[in-house]
């Protein structure tokens, strides 16, 4: 188990019992899988990672479990087209921003000191306590262009 799996498997475990879901063994697999991937990912690509490795568990349970890990604050969900999602993992790392491909749905990864300052800036105008930030700005990749 890596470093970062045993507190976000602790932090789940806590909003399981808050919220009065059920501990099961196969949403902790579906959990340490997200915590191990690099990236993004779709529930699809999941399910067959999983399914791959051998682990026992159903797509439904894999999709729910993907909604309990985005509403516990361990995992971001990103929409780039009417029912095309990709997720990733936003436990124990840092914060970043994204640029997403409508067409290809590509997401590239970037940092930047003035998109922070303004999050600071906004919630303590707004008296408002954030958990993490996240800007994203769609468009079309150069790939696609």
Not at 2 to 27: C, D, G, V
Not at 80 to 109: D, F, P, T, V, W
Not at 126 to 142: A, D, L, M
């Amino acid at each position: 188990m890596s470093t970062q799996q045993q507190p976000a498997r602790e932090a789940f475990e806590h909003y399981l019992r808050k919220e009065n879901y059920r501990i099961t063994p196969e949403r902790f697999t579906i959990l340490d899988a997200v915590m191990e991937s690099e990236g993004h990912f779709d529930a699809d690509e999941l399910y067959i990672l999983l399914k791959q490795s051998g682990k026992k568990v159903s797509r439904a349970t894999v999709y729910n479990t993907l909604e309990l890990l985005l509403n516990s604050g361990l995992v971001l969900k990103f929409r780039y087209g009417e029912n095309q999602s990709r997720y990733e993992k936003i436990h124990g790392r840092a914060n970043h921003h994204h640029l997403i491909c409508l067409s290809c749905g590509e997401i590239i990864e970037f940092t930047n000191e003035k998109f922070q300052k303004l999050a600071v800036d906004v919630c303590e105008k707004n008296n408002f306590k954030p958990n993490t930030t996240s800007f994203q700005v769609y468009g079309t990749c150069e790939r696609c262009q």
